[in-house]
């Protein structure tokens, strides 16, 4: 992201400064010379009409100006604080004439009037180089945690309601195409459905009645922990603090709930989304080989997506402090250990493990991730051989198995058995079923699983990320 803070006192000081900016960020992106005319023009033609429009009684305004590149588009961004003008381009009306104008040369062209935010000119242009590792700067910026007098008074953060449905859809779809990993979001039915009955719960941010973010809480019976995700923010909204205040209205939801943590599984593709989840109080417990099927993709992030199934790691922001209550095998007992510390809980040694009623493994399947659950209530290892052969019959490429640290009598023995078919340690899911905590350990049977350019962010990341592979050449899985 390039960027630059004008004082302006004329036209004549603010336009040098502009185009040694775009100049300067064409060179770094490797443009040709087309898309260097169109950024060039689409430029001019927005700083001309905030120069002309925004401070046309004042001596001196401010204007800032900044261009971020994503895979195949520059988004550009012209901010003023001065004349407040009525909002314009889509859904919100015909742009005025000068704006219009360049729609030969760029897209999504709009005038967001932000109240005491001041006001946004945006726009997209096309671009022939992707330059995939420029222009991420943008999914850093949302990742501060703003009070609400930091937002613009003219954006709503609220509750979702099923009359948001079709939107959420839609924003989703601009953000992930059709590849986000939790299908469902496009389906304006399910949404509405799910909206209505509490299983999922979203905050939305809304500007002139169209929906710009979004961020889910997604709880489950009788499991006192649920996932957030879908967070998205529109292209035009970044960089105004939204991802920070949706996630506080999340949070206190979650609260509300009496839910004893919240989860994330942030993708291992690059570090941004788990810098976010970090600086939200998130805590690494778990690295998750193959979990995201190939071919998810993300604007700002390459348009073919990765080639290979691909990990997520797994972190947890606890609500309730209480230490937790579990039998540690001895395999993992310094591994477990180091992530009850990491996530800042204590633990106690189960006295004796109360064995569960009912089935001693129960399975779990996701078709259209093609992924398999096992949860381990007891140890009986022929019942989960068999379920473990019905699994894969079902063409899972990967399976984990959660191994209860509360209701397993014989620890031991079990990650033995669980490690003699292939399992090797993943980490650690807290409050799951019946509030109990699993050590989850993961099977891989497909060869399109990315191993070798898994990306960690943090230094416990990293030093995870390297137990795993160690303990997956231990197992031989």
Same mark, same amino acid.
């Not at 120069?51 to 988004?75: N, Q, S, W």
């Not at 093609?370 to 019942?383: K, N, P, Q, S, Y």
């Not at 030093?463 to 050449?473: F, I, N, P």
């Given at each position: 992201?390039?960027?630059?803070?004008?004082?302006?006192?004329?036209?004549?000081?603010?336009?040098?400064?502009?185009?040694?900016?775009?100049?300067?960020?064409?060179?770094?992106?490797?443009?040709?010379?087309?898309?260097?005319?169109?950024?060039?023009?689409?430029?001019?033609?927005?700083?001309?009409?905030?120069?002309?429009?925004?401070?046309?009684?004042?001596?001196?305004?401010?204007?800032?100006?900044?261009?971020?590149?994503?895979?195949?588009?520059?988004?550009?961004?012209?901010?003023?604080?001065?004349?407040?003008?009525?909002?314009?381009?889509?859904?919100?009306?015909?742009?005025?004439?000068?704006?219009?104008?360049?729609?030969?040369?760029?897209?999504?062209?709009?005038?967001?009037?932000?109240?005491?935010?001041?006001?946004?000119?945006?726009?997209?242009?096309?671009?022939?180089?992707?330059?995939?590792?420029?222009?991420?700067?943008?999914?850093?910026?949302?990742?501060?945690?703003?009070?609400?007098?930091?937002?613009?008074?003219?954006?709503?953060?609220?509750?979702?309601?099923?009359?948001?449905?079709?939107?959420?859809?839609?924003?989703?779809?601009?953000?992930?195409?059709?590849?986000?990993?939790?299908?469902?979001?496009?389906?304006?039915?399910?949404?509405?459905?799910?909206?209505?009955?509490?299983?999922? &719960?979203? %905050?939305? =941010?809304?500007? +002139? $009645?169209?929906? #710009?973010?979004?961020?889910?809480?997604? *709880? @489950?019976?009788?499991?006192?922990?649920?996932?957030?995700?879908?967070?998205?923010?529109?292209?035009?909204?970044?960089?105004?603090?939204?991802?920070?205040?949706?996630?506080?209205?999340?949070?206190?939801?979650?609260?509300?709930?009496?839910?004893?943590?919240?989860?994330?599984?942030?993708?291992?593709?690059?570090?941004?989304?788990?810098?976010?989840?970090?600086?939200?109080?998130?805590?690494?417990?778990?690295?998750?080989?193959?979990?995201?099927?190939?071919?998810?993709?993300?604007?700002?992030?390459?348009?073919?997506?990765?080639?290979?199934?691909?990990?997520?790691?797994?972190?947890?922001?606890?609500?309730?402090?209480?230490?937790?209550?579990?039998?540690?095998?001895?395999?993992?007992?310094?591994?477990?250990?180091?992530?009850?510390?990491?996530?800042?809980?204590?633990?106690?040694? &189960?006295? %004796?493990? =109360?064995?569960? +009623? $009912?089935?001693? #493994?129960?399975?779990?399947?996701?078709? *259209? @991730?093609?992924?398999?659950?096992?949860?381990?209530?007891?140890?009986?290892?022929?019942?989960?051989?068999?379920?473990?052969?019905?699994?894969?019959?079902?063409?899972?490429?990967?399976?984990?198995?959660?191994?209860?640290?509360?209701?397993?009598?014989?620890?031991?023995?079990?990650?033995?058995?669980?490690?003699?078919?292939?399992?090797?340690?993943?980490?650690?899911?807290?409050?799951?079923?019946?509030?109990?905590?699993?050590?989850?350990?993961?099977?891989?049977?497909?060869?399109?699983?990315?191993?070798?350019?898994?990306?960690?962010?943090?230094?416990?990341?990293?030093?995870?990320?390297?137990?795993?592979?160690?303990?997956?050449?231990?197992?031989?899985?």
């Amino acid at each position: 992201m390039t960027r630059v803070k004008l004082n302006v006192l004329s036209d004549t000081s603010a336009r040098p400064l502009v185009q040694a900016l775009v100049a300067a960020f064409a060179s770094e992106a490797g443009m040709s010379d087309d898309d260097v005319r169109r950024l060039e023009t689409a430029v001019d033609v927005l700083l001309d009409f905030t120069l002309e429009h925004a401070y046309p009684d004042d001596d001196l305004g401010e204007i800032l100006v900044k261009l971020e590149l994503d895979a195949d588009v520059v988004h550009v961004t012209v901010h003023d604080w001065g004349l407040p003008l009525t909002s314009a381009g889509g859904i919100l009306g015909p742009l005025p004439e000068p704006l219009a104008a360049i729609a030969q040369d760029a897209q999504n062209v709009q005038l967001l009037n932000l109240g005491s935010g001041g006001k946004r000119l945006v726009a997209d242009v096309p671009v022939s180089s992707s330059g995939d590792d420029h222009g991420r700067d943008h999914h850093l910026e949302e990742t501060a945690t703003l009070a609400r007098s930091d937002v613009p008074d003219a954006i709503e953060v609220r509750a979702a309601t099923a009359d948001d449905a079709e939107a959420i859809a839609q924003l989703l779809y601009e953000n992930y195409h059709l590849s986000y990993v939790h299908g469902d979001f496009y389906l304006p039915r399910f949404l509405i459905a799910a909206l209505s009955t509490g299983e999922l &719960v979203s %905050a939305v =941010a809304i500007h +002139d $009645g169209r929906l #710009v973010g979004h961020h889910a809480l997604m *709880p @489950r019976p009788g499991i006192p922990s649920a996932e957030t995700g879908a967070a998205v923010v529109h292209s035009a909204y970044r960089g105004l603090g939204l991802f920070g205040l949706l996630f506080e209205h999340t949070l206190g939801t979650a609260v509300g709930h009496g839910l004893a943590s919240v989860f994330g599984d942030a993708v291992t593709i690059h570090p941004y989304s788990q810098r976010a989840e970090s600086s939200h109080g998130y805590h690494e417990t778990a690295l998750q080989l193959g979990m995201v099927p190939a071919q998810t993709t993300m604007r700002g992030f390459g348009s073919g997506g990765p080639r290979k199934r691909t990990a997520t790691l797994r972190s947890y922001r606890p609500l309730d402090a209480r230490s937790r209550q579990v039998a540690l095998p001895g395999a993992y007992r310094e591994l477990l250990e180091g992530i009850y510390a990491n996530v800042g809980l204590s633990i106690q040694p &189960v006295a %004796a493990c =109360a064995a569960a +009623d $009912g089935d001693a #493994v129960t399975v779990e399947l996701d078709k *259209p @991730r093609a992924l398999g659950f096992l949860r381990v209530r007891r140890w009986d290892a022929d019942a989960l051989r068999q379920q473990m052969r019905y699994v894969l019959s079902r063409h899972a490429d990967v399976v984990y198995a959660d191994l209860d640290l509360a209701s397993v009598e014989d620890v031991d023995e079990a990650t033995a058995g669980l490690n003699e078919l292939g399992f090797f340690v993943s980490g650690l899911i807290l409050h799951g079923p019946d509030g109990h905590d699993h050590l989850r350990l993961q099977l891989l049977d497909s060869p399109a699983i990315e191993i070798e350019q898994v990306v960690c962010d943090s230094e416990f990341a990293q030093g995870l990320m390297k137990d795993v592979l160690d303990d997956r050449s231990r197992v031989g899985g």
